[in-house]
C-alpha cells in the first residue's frame, strides 16, 4: 500500500499514532458515508500502511464484514502472510470479541483503539480476550487518540438512525 510517512517517522510516538488514527478516522467518515456504523481500521506493518478499511456490513451483507476484519484481509495479501509478526491495528472502536480474536490469530503485536465499545468490546469492555490465561501470544492493547471524536462520530450517527427509526 502506501508509506505512513514519506519524509519518515515522528519522533514523538504518540504523533504516530495520532497521524495514524486520522487516517482510520477518514475510514470511518466513509463507512457512515455510504449507511455504515463509522468505525474504520488501518494495519501498519514496518513503517507501512498494509491495510485499512471502513466497516461494510451492509453493503456486502455479511455481520463480519467489520473494518478490522477487512482491514487484516488487505494486509495478509499485501504482506503474503499468514502471520502479522510486528504488525500494529489501529480502529476507531474497541475491537468486538470476533476482531479481537482475528487479532490474536493474526498474532499482532499492538492494537490502538479510540473508544471503548461497552456492548460488544473484547478488549476491556464486554471481554479481555488479549488477557486470557494459556494463550501461546500476546496482544497489547490501549485506548489511543481521538477517543471523543469518533465517540461523537458514533453517537450522531446512531442518534440519525433513532430519529429515521431505522436502527
Known sequence: M?????LG???DPRERDQRIMEIALREAVGAGARDEVPVGAVVVMGGRII????NQ???LGDPTAHAEML????????A???RLLGAELFTTLEPCVQCAGACLHARLDRVVYATADKKFGGVESLASLFELPGLNHHVSAE???RGEESSALLRAFFQAKRRTGTV
Open 57 to 59: 456490513v451492509e453493503e
Open 9 to 11: 517517522e515522528p519522533n
Open 51 to 54: 491495510g485499512k478499511a471502513g
Open 143 to 145: 485506548r489511543g487518540p
Open 2 to 6: 502506501s508509506l505512513i510517512f514519506p
Open 71 to 78: 482491514a487484516l484481509t488487505q494486509a495478509f495479501a499485501a
Open 80 to 82: 503474503g502472510l499468514k
